[in-house]
């Protein structure tokens, strides 16, 4: 099976703070978008293409390895991943089976992660997502913040990423999704085409980095 990887990397990352795109910010003397490159790398996916902020290429190219092949992301992180899908197949080769997308804001995700995703493809899913059990009591408020229902728990889950697809499926989905679409993750676009969406085991360590404590957090597990 040839998978592709694509790392959505085009966000602003204002949430933590930052003075540059939270891709590029440093991580134990690498910045995020090279953690997930890396890690996508060592679960198996040797051909990755990064979306990149417009005005940020030369940035990112400098501290990618030089077969990362970067394209201009959207204002959304749904145009970003359509922006990659549209450069995953290359003229004169064939197509890719399988399309796995990442977070550069999930530096630490363990290549297991990326291996079990592949797996489940190689196996025949359409569409894979990782998974965390949620251990808080989960409620839902109204919009004073009074708690108006509580949701049992069992049977939620926590959606990481990568995220693998077969390539047919996930481009046939995003051809079907409205060019204004905002979706917060791809299983939501191909859910929205009908396609099942199966689950293997996240990890922690693949917790997404959003606020300068996330950030604090990793510092402290590469440091180790
Ligand atoms: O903003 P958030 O942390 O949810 O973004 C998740 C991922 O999507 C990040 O890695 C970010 O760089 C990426 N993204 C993108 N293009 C955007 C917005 C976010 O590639 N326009």
């Known amino acids: 099976m040839h998978a592709v ?16 795109p939270k891709a590029l910010v440093g991580l134990g003397g690498r910045a995020l978008v090279r953690w997930a490159v890396d890690t996508l ?31 201009v992301g959207g204002a959304t992180r749904t145009a970003s991943v359509r922006a990659a ?20 804001a999930r530096p630490l ?16 899913a359409p569409a894979v997502v990782p998974v965390l059990p ?3 009591t989960t409620v839902v408020v109204d919009g004073d913040g009074v708690v108006v229902d509580a949701v049992p728990r069992g049977r939620l889950r926590r959606v990481q990423t990568p995220q693998g697809f077969s390539r047919a499926v996930l481009a046939d989905a995003y051809d079907r999704l409205p060019a204004d679409a905002e979706l917060t993750d791809d299983a939501a676009v191909v859910r929205a085409a009908g396609v099942p969406v199966t689950t293997v085991p996240g990890d922690e360590r693949a917790a997404k980095v959003t606020v300068a404590h996330d950030l604090a957090l990793a510092e402290l597990q590469v440091a180790r």
């Open 109 to 124: 995700t363990p290549p297991d992660v990326v291996a079990r995703v592949l797996t489940a493809l190689a196996d025949g």
């Open 85 to 104: 899908l549209a450069a995953v197949t290359l003229p004169a080769r064939p197509a890719p089976d399988a399309v796995l997308v990442h977070d550069a």
């Open 134 to 136: 949620v251990v808080d």
């Open 5 to 20: 990887g694509i790392v959505a990397a085009a966000g602003s990352g204002l949430r933590l703070g930052a003075d540059r």
């Open 41 to 71: 790398h060592e679960g198996g996916v040797a051909d990755v293409v990064v979306a990149v902020p417009a005005n940020d290429l030369a940035a990112f190219a400098a501290v990618l390895p030089a077969d990362a092949r970067l394209v």
